[in-house]
């Protein structure tokens, strides 16, 4: 089985300053890796993912992630955060058929 | 193009009674997620399809809980009877394949009184 970890739920970050949400996974497979923001009321959307290939993966919105397999992890950051980061975050493992388990999420606000 | 549409967006019943949610997939996509996302956790996976068939529904409470997708395009989730630990968010998904991006709809909002 697969499954991953996010400690902290709620993550408190000035305006401008970096923004960091740790994952560390378990998976039996090579995993596929993913995180997802949602916005109140709203579904949730793809930030970025990493499949195979570089483990440095960029995605929407200036955020990026690091597959460390040695530290079974796959942090978030952003070098500045703004205003409009303030939303939830999961982080999510896949087997590669697209069942993915989700982790409890952080709560991201931002404080001006 | 039209993103993952479902109904109704809020519901409020009282436990014991049933309710049923619908999901229209984006066009096109072949498989389909529901998804059950409990106030303070990630989402869980209950149910994915493969156009009109089964793929996996392991999580899925079968005694109370059950999803079909008619012709490999819409599909409902239905809750019967209702218990209150049933209230949550549900979400539908759907991706071109097993190796596509999955696209979320805005979900349908349970409480259970």
């Known amino acids: 089985a697969q499954s991953v970890t996010q400690l902290g739920s709620h993550v408190s970050v000035s305006e401008g300053a970096l923004v960091l949400l740790r994952c560390n996974y378990s998976?039996?497979?090579?995993?596929?890796l993913f995180w997802y923001v949602q916005y109140p009321n709203q579904g949730l959307q793809l930030l970025l993912k990493y499949t195979t290939g570089a483990t440095l993966v960029k995605g929407i919105n200036g955020f990026e992630a690091e597959f460390k397999k040695s530290e079974t992890s796959f942090h978030l950051t952003k070098p500045s955060a703004h205003m409009s980061d303030a939303a939830e975050y999961f982080c999510?493992?896949?087997?590669?058929?697209?069942?993915?388990?989700f982790g409890k999420g952080n709560q991201v606000v931002v404080i001006p | 193009e039209a993103g993952v549409a479902q109904s109704p967006r809020y519901k409020i019943i009282e436990k014991r009674q049933s309710v049923a949610f619908w999901c229209n997939p984006i066009s096109g996509h072949a498989t389909l997620y529901w998804y059950q996302q409990i106030l303070g956790q990630g989402p869980k996976l209950l149910i994915q399809f493969q156009n009109n068939g089964v793929v996996d529904d392991s999580q899925l409470p079968k005694d109370r809980f059950s999803a079909e997708r008619l012709k490999g395009v819409d599909s409902t989730l239905k809750i019967q009877p209702a218990k209150l630990e049933d209230s949550a968010v549900y979400l539908c998904a759907s991706s071109l394949g097993f190796k596509g991006e999955l696209f979320f709809g805005e979900g349908s909002r349970l409480t259970v009184l």
């Open positions: 999510a493992v896949s087997d590669g058929n697209n069942r993915l388990a």
């Open positions: 998976s039996s497979v090579p995993p596929y």
